[in-house]
């Protein structure tokens, strides 16, 4: 008589469904196909398969984690194109209007695409070429005790600024001269008496007297 042997079952642990939907709420990849399937029913038609959506936008995200922007570039450079058909079709309807008001929507639209045309090609060429990040040191010019609170990146350059700019209104206050109540920098030019100061007009004055008598 031979024994039966009975197969271990692994119970699979209940998921709420509230939970499940959550899970998938947080998905990139969900969220995209969801908006896709919503937007695309007047290109595509309305039998476009949302799986095949989501796997298609999941190898995209392996592709850009791994360095590939093709993808990328062709999307940004067909949006580009596209942008610039609206613009096309935008203002020639401008041009056919017949009341100035008309007219004008029409035309801010097509300046709008043309704007947003532009800006594609922007990031396509960044995205293409990136932009070379220069490194500046800073420089801590002052006179008098000061404070100087390195930060790194974006706060260290700002800082730099901030410093140079107050370093520089500092020393163009030391040049300015307020005895007439009249504010100029001193360009290292000689300043001639003028009649407007009496006591340095009556001291030269003296001296000239003096001279004078000396040589006769």
């Known amino acids: 008589m031979t024994k039966k042997t009975k197969i271990a079952t692994v119970e699979k642990p209940v998921v709420a469904p509230g939970v499940m939907a959550a899970k998938l709420a947080l998905k990139p990849s969900v969220n995209a196909a969801a908006v896709m399937e919503s937007y695309q029913a ?24 791994g ?20 613009f096309t079709s935008l ?9 100035q008001k008309n007219l004008e929507s029409f035309l801010g639209l097509a300046l709008k695409a043309q704007a947003q045309s532009r800006a594609t090609i922007q990031a396509v060429i960044d995205l293409k070429f990136p932009r070379q990040v220069a490194f500046v040191k800073q420089a801590n010019i002052s006179h008098g005790p000061q404070q100087v609170n390195n930060g790194t990146g974006a706060v260290a350059d700002l800082q730099t600024r901030l410093h140079a700019e107050e370093n520089q209104t500092q020393q163009s206050k030391l040049l300015e001269d307020k005895s007439h109540e009249r504010t100029y920098l001193d360009a290292g030019t000689t300043t001639t008496t ?17 001279k004078r008598q000396g040589q006769g």
């Open 42 to 65: 007047n290109v595509h038609g309305k039998d476009v398969d949302i799986n095949v959506l989501i796997d298609g936008l999941r190898d995209s995200f392996n592709d850009v984690n």
């Open 67 to 86: 360095g590939d922007l093709s993808t990328l570039e062709a999307m940004l450079i067909g949006q580009a194109t596209a942008l610039q058909s609206i």
């Open 91 to 99: 203002a020639r309807r401008a041009q056919t209007q017949e009341y």
């Open 194 to 210: 003028s009649r407007g100061d009496p006591a340095l007009a009556t001291v030269e004055a003296v001296h000239r007297t003096d």
